[in-house]
C-alpha cells in the first residue's frame, strides 16, 4: 500500500504523462454465486474481501480513482500546472507462458498443478480458470504505452475470450482428478501455508477462487485495436511464443541434470 502511495505520489507531481497500472481479477470476488456463465466487465464492482492479494488491488485501485480525481479537480481549479497523467489499469487473468512455467518457474498454481500433485483434488463442479499467454501480456503494454488508448482513465480486462475447467485442465495435462468437500479443500489449503510457511501458494482464503470461477471479458480490448495472439491452451501449453525456444533449451538441462 505504502510503494503505491509513493508511486501515485511520484507520478502526478513530476508530469508524468502516463501511468499503466496492474490490478487482477481476482477482486472481482470469488463466491458461490459465480459461474462460468457470467463473464465479469471492467464496470462490475470489485468484492473482494477475504483473499488478501484481491484485497489489496482493490484498494490500491480505488486509491489511484482518487488521486487521479483529486488532480483533474485541481487542473480545473487551475490548482494545479501542468499534464495529468493518463491512467491505464489492465487487470489480467492467469499469466502462463514458457518463460513462465520453464525459465523463471514461477510457483503458483498452475506448477503446483502440473507437477505437485499426482491427482488433483477438486472442490467445486465449475472450478475454472482463464490464462493469458505472457507474450499477449507483454504486447499489450506496448500497445497501451505507444499511446493507442485516447480517454485519460480506462480500465482494461486483459483475457483471451476462453477459459479451462479445473477437471478438463487435469485431463490436458495428463492428470486424474478427484472430487473433494470445500471444508476438507480449505483444511488442505490452510495445513500447506503454515506447514511451508507459504511456499506453497495455498493462502487459506484462495480455497474460494480455487473452487469459485471469475471469469472475465477481455474483449474491450480488441474494440481498441488490440488483437490477442494466443488461446488459453496456448498460455497452459507453454510451447509458443517468444520464449519457446529458450524454454526448450531449459527443459533439455534439466533434464540431463537428472
Known sequence: ?????????????????????????????????????????????????????????????????????????????GRRQGVLPQVLIVRPCAISGPRGQFIFKRFGLLRMVKEGLPVIPLTGARSARQFIHEDDVADIIFFLAEGNIKEEYEV?????HCFFLLKD???????????????????????????????????PAGINSYTYPIIVDGSKITGSGYEYKFTCADALAADKGRYARKAEEFKRASSEKR
Open 169 to 203: 485442465m487435469a485431463r490436458n495435462i495428463g492428470k486424474k482428478t478427484i472430487r473433494i468437500p470445500m471444508w476438507l479443500g480449505k483444511l488442505g489449503f490452510a495445513f500447506l501455508w503454515y506447514v511451508f510457511r507459504g511456499a506453497v501458494p495455498t493462502v
Open 1 to 77: 500500500m505504502t510503494a503505491a502511495d509513493k508511486i501515485f505520489d511520484f507520478v502526478f507531481s513530476n508530469n508524468i504523462p502516463r501511468l499503466i497500472h496492474f490490478s487482477t481479477v481476482a477482486s472481482y470476488g470469488a463466491r458461490p454465486q459465480n459461474t462460468t456463465d457470467y463473464w465479469f466487465k471492467e464496470g462490475d464492482s470489485l468484492r473482494e474481501e477475504e483473499y488478501l492479494y484481491g484485497v489489496d488491488k482493490k484498494v490500491i485501485e480505488e486509491k489511484l480513482q482518487a488521486v487521479f480525481s483529486r488532480a483533474k479537480a485541481d487542473l480545473s481549479a
Open 156 to 160: 482494461f480486462n486483459i483475457a483471451p
